[in-house]
């Protein structure tokens, strides 16, 4: 099946890597891009860690943690459009 797994008898259509990329740049302190590939373990880790840094906001702190997020969001989106993550959770590689 040119190397794509199955879901349920349905062969898994390909992401996009430009998709990956904007979502990651955009919305990645949210942990988008992440579910969007199905790494969702790490994006419920970075959405979690984004809501206590939104509520501890009054503290000073939690602008820093955003901030680590939003930095940790922008490197994931270099490494998907240079090719250092080329597929989704699954294995499949994504499109260009």
Known sequence: MDGQN???GNVAKPKSKMVAGLLAIFL?????????LGYTTKAIIQLV????GIVLS???IGVF????VWI???VEAVMIF???IDCDAQGNPLTD
């Open 28 to 36: 990645g302190t949210f942990g988008v891009h992440n579910f969007y």
């Open 6 to 8: 199955l879901n349920n």
């Open 65 to 68: 943690v955003v901030f680590g």
């Open 58 to 60: 009054c503290i000073i």
């Open 72 to 74: 940790w969001a922008i």
């Open 49 to 52: 860690v984004t809501i206590v």
């Open 82 to 84: 240079t090719g250092k």
